[in-house]
């Protein structure tokens, strides 16, 4: 690692202390019990939600994918199951990542880093990483062992088994990530054929490389020096916020399970080595404790050997542990002082202003994000004037403007329109290569499900006065005489005296 040489008095520039710790190799060690059985659901179901999903089919008719979850950048498309969002609709996406963040704030209040410790890409990776290290190197003392050992045949054997297995789940997740950007049947043909296109493969190697790297060999440091979330999330926390701690006034002081006047804490440093970040919880809150609550099995596992009460590592609110601390203060250890310190504790206020804020704005968002969906319209009208020219002066000194109609249709019907000019006396309308009904008004036929085209030009004929600007409307009815869209613009002319 980096040294930094500060000088010392008479000394000149002589080499000073090392302001970096090298990198010591963390060495989890496997826990039973019930937050490891949660998270091995966690794991599961999150895995199976990001492999299995794109394979999900759903039915939307004839000419659409039937991918249930699909981005279809070529035709700039977004489908979520029955939910289909256009490029103009990109607010949805950025509401749902706004309801993701403040649901993800409303959580860590309550519960702490639950979401760095249970749900999170990079701790689920790691788990998976390290489960398929302990199948094949074995538990922490085999695997420190081993690699304290010389190069043999069994430990290189080992190795490359370990890495070739990484390699396969990490190439299963870059593939995984590129198929929810194409039909994934297509993209399991093409992939290992060498006929996909070359951002397929460069994202599939981008993600393939990256799993392999973080999950694999950075691991914890991810979460200690790579992700930003640990230095926020502590302003988000206050006195009822449940996270993993270390209960001092029941364990302290620490000895032999055997000695006289020491507390439940026996030093054995179980909940140090099964953490995967490789700190111990009894220093109290740190940066790079996750949040997972492996200390908490692996503590109780040794109170239980020893008969005594689970509990000295624990989901607990600080308001709880100074509770604990203040009534517990004094008093020898023992029995006595286990009640006292449990008899102090208060039932968590999920309700208190910090998550009662979290939930109104959640609920704000919400409303907002509900009502724009469901007042959608099926339609949209674009209408865009010609720059260039402004405006064309015709041979009988009429003025005319160009303007380009794009008529987008979220339907698979294929409604026709009928379109009028909203626009002073005397303009004229004529919409290229479209039928007139019985009314003389261009019938204009959208697309299913696409966006179609229609070429407009509004004339002034000679004589009529006009300004340099003059506001105008598109606006469609149906047959029924409805409008269904309108839209506004303007009419350029040149100024008075203007040749």
Known sequence: MGRIALPRSGSGSEEGASLYAAHQKVYPKAVRGPVRRLKWVMLAACLAIYYLLPWLRWDRGPGLPDQAVLV????????????????????????????????LFAVTSLFGRVWCGFACPQTVWTDLF?????????????????????????????KVLKHAAWIAIAAATGGAFVIYFQDARAALRAIPAGTASVETYVFFALFTGTTYLLAGWAREQVCTYMCPWPRFQAAMLDEQSLVVTYRAWRGE???????????????????????????????????????????????????????????????ETLANLAASDAATLGMPPGPVRQLCGMKARAPVRLARPRSLMYAGVLALVAAVMLGAFLLRDSATLAVLRDRAPLYVR???????????????????????????????????????EAPLDAGGHPRLRLAADGITEWRALVSLPAGQPVAASTPIRFRLRDAAGRVRLDESSVFLAPERGSP
């Open 72 to 103: 279809d950048v070529a035709d700039a498309r977004i489908f979520l199951f029955n939910l289909e969002i256009w490029p103009q609709e990109i607010y949805f996406v950025t509401g749902l990542l706004v309801l993701a963040a403040i649901g």
């Open 130 to 158: 390290l489960l398929v290290e302990r199948w094949i190197e074995g538990d922490r003392n085999a695997r420190i062992k081993r690699d304290a050992a010389p190069a043999s045949r069994d430990k290189v054997l080992r």
């Open 253 to 315: 002081p620490r000895g032999k399970a055997r000695a006289e006047g020491v507390g439940d804490c026996v030093d054995c440093r179980a909940c140090l080595h099964a953490c995967p970040t490789g700190i111990d919880i009894r220093d109290g809150q740190q940066l790079a404790c996750i949040g997972c609550g492996l200390c908490i099995d692996a503590c109780d596992e040794v109170m239980h050997k020893l008969q005594r009460p689970h509990g000295l590592v624990a989901f």
């Open 394 to 432: 015709l041979s009988d000194g009429g003025i005319r403007n160009g303007y380009t109609l794009k008529l987008a249709n979220r339907r698979l019907a294929e409604p026709a329109l009928l379109l009028e000019l909203v626009a002073p006396p005397g303009f004229q309308l004529v919409v290229q």
